[in-house]
């Protein structure tokens, strides 16, 4: 199974950025999905996660600015932020807790796309 993240790049403070993840390879069942971020010498931090009932949930931080969401017929996950500030920039992750197809879960993870938000 493989994630491939994408969409980050620089943007003003105030404005929006969309990341796409998509998931390929040995894939039954995607389950959860998440979105997580790490800035450079810091803990990496969950940002949202989407169930498979489409519930989703978000840290205190992008609350009401960065929007999760799935599309289960392209496998893919999607995170619309908005009103960017500068302290959202970060190297962005998705992760994806899978069933393969021996029927097997685990988590795997993409390769990270870095988002950069100037004042």
């Known amino acids: 199974v493989q994630l491939q993240a994408s969409g980050g790049g620089l943007v003003q403070a105030g404005g929006s950025l969309r990341l796409s993840c998509a998931a390929s390879?040995?894939?039954?069942?995607?389950?959860?999905m998440a979105w997580n971020r790490q800035v450079p010498g810091k803990q990496r931090d969950l940002v949202a996660v989407?169930?498979?009932?489409?519930?989703?949930d978000y840290s205190d931080s992008v609350k009401g600015r960065f929007t999760i969401s799935r599309d289960g017929a392209k496998n893919t996950m999607y995170l619309q932020m908005d009103s960017l500030k500068p302290e959202d920039t970060a190297v962005y992750y998705c992760?994806?807790?899978?069933?393969?197809?021996?029927?097997?879960?685990?988590?795997?993870w993409g390769q990270g796309t870095l988002v950069t938000v100037s004042s």
């Open positions: 989407i169930a498979s009932d489409d519930t989703t």
């Open positions: 992760s994806a807790h899978v069933t393969d197809l021996q029927r097997k879960d685990r988590w795997y």
């Open positions: 390879g040995g894939i039954f069942r995607i389950n959860h």
